[in-house]
């Protein structure tokens, strides 16, 4: 008898559990508030116990903008206890909505304890629709979870049989089933039928084993987004630093560049004891370190979207605030 890997599914709810008035309603299936728990969700795709023994962990149903860092935190402390309860887990799969799923694997990335797969999974369709992608992009998940390789990688995202770093990974469509993206390095591999092939891996370090532990901690630090775009005049960055942030991303404009009245405001940010990153609106490359940006005190983002760069600096400022050491964790995560 083939023993197959045990792994567990934890349901946060997302577009992969949504079921809509009828199979044609792929766009306003929100609209019925109907969601699907773990266990409910496997009823309905009953391949999944071929490629493992899953392990249904109810979660909340919700849609992904309403989860941040407190779902961030009781993921970290549930993954950590579904791996002492089970010594025999070969990975965790967290199904997740597509608008935020990026944000959550990233920040699990960085603060996870467990040295499991974790895979994050989503679909482009509710489980309720003709053609339905949440299915297939389960049935994959649970293989990589599950695959001896996927260790030492880091958490994943699973979708349209390609496995992505959770670090380098973006939403690119509002709609179309290849929405996820690495646009500087493509994937790490791909879910062909029952086979998990990988091909390259993520040289930047992650979880388990970063400083960043989130277990014990009511809030990180406050981080705001400033979005550049010409004429912007720096109100958005000075309304960031009245509101009490330690930290501001500026999504400049590319290569890493903001209006001069924007970049006055972040200099000024700086000076008051502010850290500043750098990232830019164009969604790929390294802003580079120039000149320019050290004379402000702002510190370059490397190659992340601005969204991520909040997540790694906000980590980053519960365990420092000398720029250097910043910088470093900039270079290394």
Same mark, same amino acid.
């Given at each position: 008898?083939?023993?197959?890997?045990?792994?567990?599914?934890? =349901?946060?709810?997302?577009?992969?559990?949504?079921?809509?008035?009828?199979?044609?309603?792929?766009?306003?299936?929100?609209?019925?508030?109907?969601?699907l728990?773990?266990?409910?969700?496997?009823?309905?795709?009953?391949?999944?116990?071929?490629?493992?023994?899953?392990?249904?962990?109810?979660?909340?149903?919700?849609?992904?903008?309403?989860?941040?860092?407190?779902?961030?935190?009781?993921?970290?402390?549930l993954?950590?206890?579904?791996?002492?309860?089970?010594?025999?887990?070969?990975?965790?799969?967290?199904?997740?909505?597509?608008?935020?799923?990026?944000?959550?694997?990233?920040?699990?990335?960085?603060?996870?304890t467990?040295?499991?797969?974790?895979?994050?999974?989503?679909?482009?369709?509710?489980?309720?629709a003709?053609?339905?992608?949440?299915?297939?992009?389960?049935?994959?998940a649970?293989?990589?979870?599950?695959?001896?390789?996927?260790?030492?990688?880091?958490?994943?995202?699973?979708?349209?049989?390609?496995?992505?770093?959770?670090?380098?990974?973006?939403?690119?469509?509002?709609?179309?089933?290849?929405?996820?993206?690495?646009?500087?390095? =493509?994937?790490?591999?791909?879910?062909?039928?029952?086979h998990?092939?990988?091909?390259?891996?993520?040289?930047?370090?992650?979880?388990?084993?970063?400083?960043?532990?989130?277990?014990?901690?009511?809030?990180?630090?406050?981080?705001?987004?400033?979005y550049?775009?010409?004429?912007?005049?720096?109100?958005?960055?000075?309304?960031?630093?009245?509101?009490?942030?330690?930290?501001?991303?500026?999504?400049?404009?590319?290569?890493?560049?903001?209006?001069?009245?924007?970049?006055?405001?972040?200099?000024?940010?700086?000076?008051?004891?502010?850290?500043?990153?750098?990232?830019?609106?164009?969604?790929?490359?390294?802003?580079?370190?120039?000149?320019?940006?050290?004379?402000l005190?702002?510190?370059?983002?490397?190659?992340?979207?601005?969204?991520?760069?909040?997540?790694?600096?906000?980590?980053?400022?519960?365990?420092t605030?000398?720029?250097?050491?910043?910088?470093?964790?900039?270079?290394?995560?």
């Amino acid at each position: 008898m083939t023993i197959r890997p045990k792994v567990a599914f934890i =349901g946060t709810g997302g577009t992969l559990s949504s079921v809509g008035r009828d199979s044609l309603d792929i766009l306003d299936y929100t609209a019925t508030g109907e969601r699907l728990e773990a266990e409910e969700i496997l009823a309905r795709v009953p391949e999944a116990a071929a490629v493992a023994e899953v392990v249904p962990v109810r979660y909340r149903a919700v849609t992904s903008p309403g989860i941040g860092f407190s779902d961030w935190k009781t993921l970290v402390l549930l993954c950590e206890r579904l791996v002492a309860e089970h010594p025999d887990l070969a990975g965790i799969v967290i199904g997740h909505g597509t608008a935020t799923l990026e944000e959550t694997a990233y920040a699990l990335s960085l603060t996870l304890t467990v040295a499991v797969p974790v895979v994050l999974v989503g679909s482009q369709r509710p489980i309720s629709a003709l053609s339905s992608d949440a299915p297939l992009n389960l049935v994959a998940a649970l293989r990589t979870a599950a695959a001896p390789e996927s260790r030492g990688r880091g958490v994943l995202v699973v979708l349209n049989d390609e496995i992505q770093a959770a670090r380098e990974v973006t939403k690119t469509s509002v709609a179309r089933l290849q929405t996820f993206r690495t646009p500087d390095f =493509g994937v790490l591999g791909q879910v062909d039928g029952p086979h998990v092939r990988y091909y390259r891996r993520s040289e930047r370090r992650h979880a388990p084993g970063t400083p960043f532990d989130i277990r014990g901690l009511d809030a990180l630090p406050r981080v705001d987004i400033s979005y550049a775009y010409a004429d912007a005049d720096g109100t958005a960055v000075r309304a960031f630093a009245a509101a009490g942030a330690r930290g501001i991303v500026s999504a400049g404009l590319a290569p890493g560049m903001t209006p001069p009245a924007e970049a006055e405001a972040l200099g000024a940010a700086t000076a008051a004891g502010i850290a500043v990153v750098q990232s830019t609106r164009a969604g790929s490359g390294v802003v580079p370190d120039t000149k320019r940006l050290a004379e402000l005190g702002i510190l370059s983002a490397d190659n992340l979207t601005p969204q991520k760069a909040r997540i790694l600096l906000a980590l980053a400022l519960t365990v420092t605030r000398d720029p250097a050491r910043l910088r470093e964790i900039f270079a290394t995560y």
